[in-house]
């Protein structure tokens, strides 16, 4: 089992950045293929980012070559850097975990997940 924990959320300017941390607990992050989800009120929670235990990452449309994805598998963290934010992006931000064989972007296939952290863009 793992548990997570979510850090760096914040309020930001449209235009701005924030780097959310994951940090796991239990047992070792590189087991897993890390993701990022975001939910806002009355919406379905929504795939963000993944990275595979190997360090290949997958991106949202609606993120791509504005967000990385990134792990450190030495300090069992994994990092969402947020470039160029928009105040669409304002969310509660998810890590989780996922120990299939194979990535997912559908969170039903994610096994543990952290809290969330909030992430406000203002306009």
């Known amino acids: 089992q793992v548990q997570l924990v979510e850090s760096g959320g914040g309020l930001v300017q449209a235009g701005g950045s924030l780097r959310l941390s994951c940090a796991a607990s239990g047992r070792t992050s590189s087991r897993y293929h890390m993701g990022w989800f975001r939910q806002v009120p009355g919406k379905e929670r929504e795939f963000v980012a993944q990275?595979?235990?190997?360090?290949?990452?997958t991106y949202a449309g609606s993120v791509k070559g504005r967000f990385t994805i990134s792990r450190d598998n030495a300090k069992n963290t994994v990092y969402l850097q947020m470039n160029s934010l928009k105040p669409e992006d304002t969310a509660v931000y998810y890590c989780a975990a996922a120990s299939g064989s194979s990535y997912s972007v559908i969170k039903g296939d994610y096994n543990y997940w952290g809290q969330g952290t909030q992430v406000t863009v203002s306009s």
């Open positions: 990275i595979t235990r190997s360090g290949n990452p």
